[in-house]
Structure formats: structure tokens, C-alpha cells
């Protein structure tokens, strides 16, 4: 799949020729072939009803993020005609008992993947502190597969984060970052923001894995009905959001790849604006240009690290496998699987 991302709030598309041509402050910065291009990804950027008109006749994926990082929606032309698999979807999630058998599926493989990780790294850094914590959220993770009432299942999750993001500063092992917790919206400091921008990236993944099967993105059980929220995808990416986001953000960091000079920081009074422009000089932390296109370019290095398919023993990639992971979770759905079953991280 080509795609292309266009990163600098406050930039404008318009179309010449084969090309979208990316302009910022009435000067041309770069361009885009549509030739082959099947999803683009912009970050506080406008479009032309030109652009418009052209994504759509060539059926591009395109993806809205505000100048935060935070999904706003996507032009998409729908081409499912799988009236059955959504059907079966809202059978399926509509059944109480169903839907608490999901959500707990999901929260106690998020748990187990995060406490498994604070130990591994417990063992390599001889951290006390991580490996108290990984066993405290393996509890929490033997709970919430018990779990009978969907409240009580978001609030094991909600305490299993809370006591992972509690230590995370301890995975952190070169000076100049700080993190005391986490913030998303907006995120406050500069490990926040790569988080922040990486789950976006991922649940992006995710919800793109969930339309390709044909099933409905805003329909989930672990995460409530909210307007605009795609609650499926946000429900899928908890499987991924430990090896695939938190170890990508904790790599880059540790290996020096950004330092806190890649970041502008500010101290900031509200955080809202009239415009891109004003919400851009509201953000109390932003990637400066060049090191958010190297991030990017880790990103999509990382997305295709190949990788053996434990099911099927085929080789594919990190993106690959999460669109596998997407059609074994409607074979399930579809009563053609007897459970979903996550995958097996055996090493992390």
C-alpha cells in the first residue's frame, strides 16, 4: 500500500496534474503522486474540493488527524455489501453476556501483555519496582477473565494502566525525559506526545484492518457508543498497544533516535484555538518538522518488520498481522471460530 503523510499543521492541498501539491504560507513544499497512492494521512492540514473530489474517484483512504494527533475522521468510499458480518456483529455485541466475554478477553490479554513486558525489562534493567508491578497487574488480569459485569472489567483495565504508566518512567533509561504520568488531551510532555501520536497511528491500523473485513468500526463492547468514536478499532488496538506502540516510542527514546531537543515546548494557559494556526500555538508539546518525518519513517519501518505467523506459519509483517488478527476476530464473530484468540507475543 502507498501512503503518504503530510505532517506540518497549517499546510493546503490542491491538485495539478497527476499530483496533490502540498503548500504552506503561498509556497509549494512538496507533492504527492496520486498514481498508486491508497491512503494519506493528514495532520492538521486543509484540502480543495479539487482534493476532495479526487480522493474519492481514485477511492483513497484518507485519514484526519487534528494538529493534537487525535483521530477526526476519514474519507472513505464504503465498499462492503456484508450486510451478514455487521449483522452478526450487532447480534453478537447487543447479547450482554457476549459483550462482557469480549470486553474481558481484551482487557486480560492487554494486562498479561503489559505485565509480561515490565517483567522481561525488570529482568534486563534489575528494576524491583517493575517487576512488583507486573505481578500486581497479572492479578488483575486473572480477575478480569472471571469478570461477570462490564463496569467492573473497564475498571480493572483502567487500574491495570494506571499501575503500568505508574512505572513507566522506570523504562526510560537515558536522562533528559521525564514522565509522571500520563496525559492525553492534550499531552503534556514529550513522551506523552509520542505516545499519543503512535496510538493514534495504531488504532488507525486497526480500524483500516476492521473495514477491510467488513464490519462496523463504531460498534464495540470494552469501549462505550460515542459519537465519532470508532469503538471496535479502539477495542482491537488494545492487543497491540504494548509490543507495537509502547516498545517503537521506548526504542526510539532509549536508543537516542529523538532527544527532548526534537521537541518545542510551551507553557500554555487553554488548550483550544479559533484556527489550526491557534491551536498549533496552544499545544504545550510538539515534534519539530524534521524529527516527526524521521518518526514517521520509524513508524512505517516498524509496521513491516517481518515476522512469522505463529496460525498459519507464513511469513508477513507487523501490519500484516494485525489485518490477520481483524479476520480471525470475524471468523469468531462469524460463529465460525469457537473463541478469538489473541496473539501469542512470546517474546517481547
Known amino acids: 500500500m502507498e501512503r503518504y503523510y503530510v505532517l506540518e499543521p497549517g499546510t493546503y492541498l490542491r491538485k495539478q496534474g497527476d499530483h496533490l501539491v502540498v503548500w504552506r504560507q503561498n509556497e509549494p513544499v512538496g507533492q504527492i503522486p496520486l498514481e498508486g497512492l491508497e ?61 462482557v466475554r469480549i470486553a474481558r478477553l481484551l482487557v486480560e490479554t492487554k494486562l498479561k501483555n503489559a505485565a509480561r513486558f515490565l517483567s522481561r525489562r525488570a529482568g534486563e534493567y534489575g528494576v524491583e519496582k517493575l517487576r512488583e508491578a507486573s505481578a500486581q497487574i497479572l492479578g488483575l488480569a486473572r480477575m478480569a477473565a472471571w469478570e461477570e459485569d462490564l463496569e ?67 460498534l464495540g463492547t470494552l469501549h462505550a457508543e460515542d459519537y465519532g468514536r470508532p469503538s471496535l478499532a479502539c477495542d482491537l488496538v488494545e492487543e497491540w498497544r504494548v509490543h507495537l506502540g509502547d516498545r517503537l516510542v521506548l526504542g526510539l527514546i532509549n536508543r537516542r533516535v529523538v532527544g527532548p531537543d526534537d521537541f518545542v515546548q510551551r507553557a500554555v494557559t487553554a488548550a483550544d484555538g479559533v484556527d489550526e494556526e491557534d491551536l498549533r500555538a496552544h499545544r504545550p508539546v510538539e515534534m519539530k518538522p524534521r524529527i516527526a518525518r524521521a518518526y514517521v519513517d520509524a513508524y512505517e519501518r516498524w509496521m513491516n518488520t517481518p515476522i512469522q505467523c505463529p496460525f498459519a506459519g507464513t511469513m508477513t509483517t507487523y501490519r500484516g498481522i494485525i489485518r490477520d488478527q481483524a479476520r480471525r476476530f470475524l471468523r469468531f464473530l462469524m460463529g465460525e471460530a469457537p473463541a478469538y484468540e489473541p496473539f501469542p507475543w512470546r517474546r517481547l
Not at 492538521?44 to 480522493?55: D, Q, T
Not at 484492518?209 to 467488513?214: E, R, S
Request: charged share 25%.
Open 152 to 218: 467492573l472489567v473497564r475498571g480493572l483495565e483502567g487500574r491495570g494502566a494506571h499501575l503500568y504508566f505508574g512505572v513507566f518512567s522506570d523504562l526510560i533509561r537515558v536522562p533528559g525525559f521525564t514522565f509522571s504520568g500520563r496525559t492525553k488531551r492534550p499531552p503534556l510532555d514529550p513522551v506523552n506526545a509520542l505516545l499519543s501520536f503512535t496510538y493514534t497511528l495504531l488504532t488507525n491500523e486497526v480500524l483500516t484492518a476492521v473495514k477491510i473485513v467488513g464490519l462496523d468500526p463504531y
Open 39 to 99: 491512503q494519506l494521512v493528514l495532520v492538521g492540514a486543509s484540502l480543495s474540493g479539487a482534493v476532495v473530489h479526487e480522493l474519492v474517484r481514485r477511492r483513497v483512504e484518507t485519514v484526519l488527524l487534528s494538529p493534537w494527533g487525535h483521530f477526526r475522521g476519514r474519507i472513505v468510499v464504503d465498499e462492503h455489501k456484508h450486510v451478514a458480518r455487521r449483522k452478526a456483529q450487532y447480534l453478537r455485541f447487543s447479547d450482554p453476556k457476549e459483550a
